[in-house]
């Protein structure tokens, strides 16, 4: 199951805020503060993901229809709309990181960048298939879906199809960013290249030899490549350009979200990335957090949560699956499902926070996010 997620927090974000620098024009590089905002933005995209993901088994367990159980459904369709958001605002942090907050200095770097996100995706993948295995809940051998997870599988780590996205649009933004500069960045000029020419590879394969090949999910649509440069853009503004406007999208957020449970229920679920009501809501979260002021004394915590921010995206679905799938079920009413969200999703925040910061002491965050 394809869902939207952070994603969290992610591997580039990461490294965007801690080594943030803006380029102004002069020739020279100057280094800018930390970004305590766009550390906000991170988290609060993050838990939002796991708010959709938790609120989403409500929804699936009375299989998408309001008469199966309507406490359930519409407890898990009110929470899920305030979740869609999350993966554009991931994209857009992307987009900052590489084009305003860490420009890339030369290719070198921008491959450890790739890696540190990199690793940790396969890790987890092989995490997920083991323990879906264990639970017998693989609906293929885990040979043939370890194959297919070197291609983009989201089986059955759903949450990581986000960093097959993810993962291309840093490499092509820091490509241009490089080429614009001068560099010969010929690695990953080779890299987007077998991307882009490889499903049609697999296909000819296919086609030629009879056998049945992987599907290639490595790419991005329009979509994200926009999020990823618009949020550049809007972050990138100065706290001068957004005083006095914030009442603006604080009043539009809400109106967007309530337009997002009405796609859902009337229309389609799940509302794609690329809607304008997406897109909404993402420039109001952006706009409202962006340049706000974090109090000294929460800036350590902040920091320290925001560096956690991937690993935590990346365990949290075991929580999920493990905790709050069990305890979900179709006759529950508004007030207890209500009650079971709100719970279950301090409980798998706790845990998925305390576990990525649990591995970060142990140094273990460059093999599991």
């Not at 993948?125 to 809940?137: E, K, N, P, Q």
């Not at 051998?141 to 194959?147: F, Q, R």
């Not at 229309?267 to 420039?283: D, E, Q, R």
């Amino acid at each position: 199951m394809a869902r939207r997620s952070l994603s969290s927090g992610t591997g580039d974000a990461v490294g965007a805020t801690e080594t943030a620098r803006i380029r102004p024009p002069a020739t020279e590089p100057r280094a800018a503060g930390h970004r305590f905002d766009v550390d906000v933005l991170r988290l609060l995209a993050s838990c939002t993901v796991m708010l959709g993901h938790v609120s989403a088994t409500f929804i699936h367990v009375v299989d998408g229809e309001r008469g199966n159980g309507s406490g359930a459904y519409w407890t898990g369709h009110v929470f899920e709309a305030v979740n869609a958001f999350a993966v554009p605002v991931f994209f857009a942090i992307a987009g900052w990181g590489v084009l305003v907050g860490a420009v890339p200095r030369d290719e070198r770097r921008m491959w450890t960048r790739i890696i540190r996100t990199g690793v940790p995706l396969f890790v987890w993948t092989g995490i997920y298939l083991v323990w879906a295995w264990l639970r017998d809940r693989n609906e293929k051998p885990v040979t043939e879906l370890a194959v297919d997870g070197l291609f983009a599988s989201v089986q059955p780590a759903y949450h990581l199809w986000f960093l097959y996205a993810y993962l291309p649009i840093v490499a092509v933004l820091a490509f241009a960013v490089l080429v614009k500069d001068g560099q010969r960045p010929w690695g990953l000029g080779l890299a987007l290249l077998a991307i882009a020419t490889g499903p049609t590879a697999l296909s000819t394969v296919s086609e030629v030899t009879g056998w049945a090949v992987p599907r290639m999910g490595w790419g991005f649509g329009t979509y994200s490549i926009v999020y990823a440069i618009g949020g550049a853009l809007l972050l990138g503004l100065p706290a001068s350009a957004l005083r006095g406007r914030r009442r603006i999208f604080a009043a539009l957020l809400p109106v967007a979200m309530a337009g997002v449970l009405w796609y859902h229920t009337q229309v389609h679920y799940v509302i794609p990335n690329a809607h304008l009501l997406v897109g909404t809501m993402t420039v109001c979260v952006l706009l409202l957090v962006s340049r706000t002021n974090v109090p000294e004394r929460l800036r350590p915590a902040l920091r320290r949560g925001a560096n956690a921010a991937m690993g935590a995206y990346m365990v949290h679905v075991l929580f999920v699956e493990e905790l709050v799938r069990p305890l979900v079920s179709a006759d529950m009413s508004i007030p207890t499902a209500t009650l079971t969200v709100l719970g279950m999703l301090t409980v798998v925040i706790a845990l998925s926070y305390g576990s990525s910061l649990l591995w970060g002491r142990l140094g273990l965050r460059r093999l599991l996010g």
